[in-house]
């Protein structure tokens, strides 16, 4: 046994033991991406040790294993789903004590935030040139009269009452309450022919006419999608209610050829509503199905030749969500593999 | 002493309630012998219990049952009492029911102080799963017969193809009866069971004969059983729709295998229908439900169907049909499968056909 004088030495220990004194707590709210389970634990790990509490290896193999199983639970529940750590100090042993849960969700909860949070228009002003242009089209060449629509997701209405006022007839299926309220209100001032029920289109119950649409339109719909299982889904309940020849109009991320997603990066585009589908995956999902593909363009690209100069200067967050900043911080100049197209299939 | 229930509710039917009925003295035998009877009754102790299937529309039966009971005990209950038991009985009655058709409720009743009983109800809710997992330790198996139902091998044959190439969704497999076969022919069988041991026999099953089966322990009417889109050729469910409650559950089950059937697939199931004509009251329905044969209406069922992309292409009795197809040695499958099929777990008809039998349904999806 050595007795220790050194004042050094001293200080530096009797300082340790103070830390056992200093009382903290927290709370950690993290989106459910299994593939970003390293990363989070090393946050973890810098902001336990800036607290001054370092974790042993057993220790944190039981951090990584709790915290693992929230992610996938979390991640394979819904697209809006978080990680929620709390921790404090642990009065009896002074070390880190925590608990981990999974919070689930919604799309329609995202956007009831933005009614509380966020100025209207939450969505862009004016409709999307691309669907009048193709419910014109498909007036002329069906001769129909009046137009039948679907329209899945009409959000606020911003395609729903233009098309409307065009004369076509409108059943949409909103999963926001508010919105479907809304749209429902601006229908009924100008008598206009639009039904909207709230639901999830993909709901086994959500049914519509079988082969009574000329037209389906799902406009940033697809980006919340939870995986390709849904989107076939999709596909096949949209191919029982278009009529032969119909058409389904809908925009998703594609990625530009070259470009192969790895999973960290699929997993992190769903959290983030830019649900990335190879156009492999596309096609698999339409597999045997009775709708064949007529074409993909640029939707950034047509909206701007189509659009008002004035609209389209006041794009808000559509922009850049758009070109795939939502999912990749890239410096400007720096364009992301992946952009927002226009899709098109047809009912055979 | 006797020992006092926990829950005491109710205090009635003592015989020493009522207030003398005259001043002057009584000689006569007869008003003598019942005012001492009046008297000794209220020194009988009574206690026992009563366990009652929740049918709800049964409440006046049980009232009349329960009432003569405690008569007999010398208890008998006041008009206001029984407006009491009754109103109790009905509360307890829709609660057990709206919970399970498998639920009972229980009556217990014990001597009270005033020389009249005390009772108080309870619900017990069992669930369908919880009754088939009393099967395995009560019951000889194979539970439900040895053999694949006849009409699911022929429906199965008539999908052309290789059987590799067939997708096939059993919607409550039990223990395999008809996944297993089919998986030995060479289909790709996905199995779907909603009690946990019979899944897990079925896992067993498959891992002992090396067959490819998915096997997943989930009820098709929760919002979270899933299936793939588009993909199976033949959906079928067997015995299934005989444990539905209503006919919005039978809509439910459709639209979810319109969504996992490919175009062209088809979907066969069987469920208990009246003949036409026939239009059971609710008592019945609740009944039916009880005794494992729900009973729809051909309205009900052409109702759920509504709208969806499916047709009815054909609609056998399955008794006969099953009959008719089955080696005379491996009939009946079971010991209880004539009777109930043939609908007579609810209406005890023995030399008779009741207004009702199992049937099968075939449908293709558009």
Redesign the interface.
């Known amino acids: 046994m050595v007795c220790i004088t050194d004042p050094v030495v001293l200080r530096k220990a009797a300082v340790s033991r103070h830390q056992y004194r200093f009382y903290f707590s927290g709370q950690f709210i993290l989106p459910c991406v299994p593939s970003l389970i390293e990363d989070y634990l090393e946050q973890f790990q810098r902001v336990f040790t800036a607290l001054g509490r370092q974790f042993s290896e057993a220790d944190l193999e039981q951090l990584r294993q709790i915290v693992a199983s929230c992610l996938v639970e979390g991640y394979s529940a819904s697209t809006h789903a978080n990680l929620i750590l709390d921790y404090q100090v642990d009065a009896n042993t002074g070390g880190i004590k925590y608990t981990a849960r999974t919070e689930i969700g919604n799309v329609a909860g995202q956007y009831q935030g933005w009614i509380r949070d966020r100025p209207a228009p939450l969505f862009r002003d004016f409709p999307d040139a691309k669907a009048l242009h193709v419910a014109a089209k498909l007036e002329s060449e069906l001769g129909a009269n009046p137009l039948h629509i679907l329209e899945i997701g009409p959000g606020t209405g911003r395609n729903t009452i233009p098309l409307a006022r065009r004369g076509y007839h409108v059943d949409a299926v909103e999963i926001t309450p508010e919105f479907a309220e809304q749209i429902q209100a601006a229908a009924s001032q100008e008598s206009l022919s639009i039904n909207v029920q709230v639901g999830n289109f993909l709901d086994?119950?959500v049914?519509f006419?079988?082969r009574h649409y000329h037209l389906a339109y799902a406009s940033e719909v697809v980006a919340h999608l939870h995986d390709l299982?849904?989107l076939?889904?999709l596909?096949?309940?949209v191919?029982?209610y278009l009529i032969p020849g119909g058409l389904f109009l809908f925009n998703t991320f594609l990625p530009i050829a070259e470009y192969l997603p790895e999973p960290v990066i699929k997993e992190l585009s769903m959290v983030h509503c830019c649900m990335l589908f190879t156009k492999a995956e596309i096609y698999q999902a339409l597999d045997?199905?009775?709708l064949q593909y007529v074409m993909d363009e640029p939707q950034l690209k047509y909206e701007q030749q189509h659009q008002k100069p004035e609209d389209w200067e006041n794009l808000g967050w559509f922009g850049l969500w758009s070109s795939g900043r939502g999912l990749f911080d890239l410096p400007e100049g720096q364009e992301p593999p992946i952009e927002l197209c226009w899709l098109i299939l047809q009912r055979i | 002493m006797f020992r006092k229930p926990e829950v005491i509710e109710f205090k009635v039917g003592s015989p020493l309630t009522q207030p003398p009925v005259s001043p002057s003295v009584i000689t006569d035998p007869q008003i003598l012998y019942d005012a001492m009877m009046g008297r000794f009754n209220s020194r009988i102790y009574a206690r026992g219990e009563i366990s009652l299937p929740a049918i709800p529309s049964l409440v006046d039966y049980y009232l009349e049952g329960l009432d003569q009971i405690f008569t007999s005990l010398g208890k008998q209950f006041s008009e206001e009492e029984i407006q009491q038991l009754r109103h109790n009985l009905i509360s307890q009655l829709e609660q057990g029911f709206r919970a399970s058709p498998h639920s009972y409720i229980v009556l217990r009743y014990d001597p009270s102080d005033n020389g009249g009983i005390s009772y108080n109800i309870s619900t017990v809710v069992s669930t369908m799963a919880e009754q088939y997992n009393s099967w395995l330790s009560t019951r000889q198996t194979p539970l439900f017969g040895s053999q694949p139902d006849a009409k699911l091998i022929e429906v199965v044959k008539q999908i052309p193809g290789r059987p590799q190439d067939i997708a096939v969704l059993d919607i409550g497999a039990g223990t395999g009866r008809n996944t297993l076969p089919l998986a030995r022919m060479g289909y790709a069988v996905d199995a779907l069971e909603l009690t946990p041991a019979f899944a897990d026999q079925i896992k067993e099953a498959a891992q002992a004969e090396n067959l490819a089966i998915r096997v997943y322990n989930a009820d098709i009417l929760s919002p979270l059983a899933r299936m793939a889109p588009a993909y199976y050729s033949l959906i079928f469910a067997s015995e299934v729709v005989s444990h539905f409650r209503t006919a919005d559950e039978i809509r439910l089950l459709l639209a979810k295998v319109c969504d996992g059937l490919h175009s062209g697939g088809g979907f066969l199931f069987n469920t208990f229908v009246a003949i036409d004509g026939y239009e059971p009251d609710q008592m019945t329905r609740e009944l039916s439900q009880i005794n494992w044969s729900t009973i729809f209406t051909r309205r009900d069922i052409q109702t759920a169907m509504d709208g969806l992309p499916l047709t009815l292409i054909e609609e056998v009795p399955v008794y006969d049909y099953e009959k008719s197809h089955t080696p005379p040695e491996a009939w009946p499958p079971t010991g209880w499968f004539e009777n109930w099929s043939l609908g007579r777990d609810l209406f005890w008809l023995p030399d008779h056909r009741p207004p009702m039998e199992l049937r099968w349904l075939v449908c293709r999806r558009l």
């Open positions: 086994p119950l049914r006419r079988l299982d849904e076939r889904l596909f096949a309940k191919a029982d045997g199905l009775p």
